[in-house]
């Protein structure tokens, strides 16, 4: 079986029609006034930015949100680039005083622990959604999501951070497919080429702590979640290692509490009984 997840060519300029669409319906829907996009200088936020562009027109903002010595230049250079290429509304906010405030009031968090770092690099995720937010509230605006279909499978994002938005117009979108419609749309070829990360620390890339590339998750994902295919016939299909192929099915498993609201206790008449116990209680 021959698993070719790219678009073709018609079907490029289908997806930038129903993208562009479903971004100005929302807008409409919400009656709000403006969209809000936090731009990072990578391919995701780029093509977001520019498909909302051709959608809301003057009623865009993109935050550019860099963290001083930690965020590269280059991404701030690439998000430059873009709002200027395409005409659109922005401004730059530095989190590293938001970063630093946490830093010094949490001596718990610090010292051997070995979540520390992965903690801290959360809070920055989250800082930016609630400047996305507050920009949002104070314009009458609504946040628009950067996350594509490969992270939300994965779970690749900060719960309450970058995935915590009103809508995701690219996330059916495998990142390969995010790399075709990028390059169709016109968005510059340094951003789509540059190795993709989330900037949390100084040399830190996607493909290194998913410890596989894009185009091998896009494969596997795609098998087991369109095709419906089990891990065995995934392996078998891709020739791929059952080792690999398990790791990426049980990212997917794991996350399932980020795509979902948070689980509600439910009561009833029945709890009011005083024998009630729960079912693990039972014998």
């Known amino acids: 079986m021959d698993i070719d997840i ?18 100005k319906d929302r807008l409409e829907k919400l009656r709000v006034s403006l969209g809000i996009v936090a731009l990072s200088g990578g391919v995701d936020s780029s093509l977001v930015a520019v498909l909302s562009k051709e959608a809301l027109k003057d009623k865009l903002l993109c935050l550019i949100m860099p963290e001083t010595g930690v965020s590269s230049q280059e991404d701030i250079d690439h998000a430059m680039e873009l709002v200027r290429k395409f005409d659109i509304n922005y401004r730059i906010i530095p989190i590293n005083g938001a970063i630093e405030w946490f830093n010094q009031r949490y001596e718990e968090i610090k010292g051997p622990n070995k979540n520390e770092r992965l903690a801290i690099a959360n809070v920055k995720p989250r800082i930016r959604m609630i400047m996305n937010y507050l920009y949002a509230n104070t314009l009458n605006g609504f946040v628009i999501g950067t996350s594509n279909k490969t992270e939300l499978l994965l779970g690749y994002g900060t719960k309450y951070g970058d995935i915590a938005v009103d809508f995701y117009p690219i996330g059916d979108l495998y990142k390969t497919q995010v790399w075709q419609l990028s390059d169709y749309v ?9 190795k993709p990360t989330a900037g949390l620390w100084v040399g830190q890339t996607d493909e290194d702590e998913l410890g596989h590339t894009y185009y091998e998750i896009d494969r596997v994902l795609y098998c087991l979640v369109e ?9 078998k299909v891709l020739g791929i290692p059952r080792d690999a192929v398990m790791d990426i099915y049980r990212r997917v498993v794991s996350s399932e509490h980020k795509r979902k609201i948070p689980t509600i206790t439910r009561l009833s008449r029945m709890c009011l009984d005083k024998d009630w116990k729960y079912p693990s209680d039972r014998h």
């Open 6 to 23: 790219y678009l073709k060519e018609e079907e490029l300029e289908l997806y930038r029609k129903i993208i562009v669409h479903s971004i």
């Open 186 to 194: 016109g968005i510059p070829t340094e951003i789509i080429r540059k």
């Open 227 to 235: 095709l419906e295919l089990s891990v065995r016939e995934t392996c």
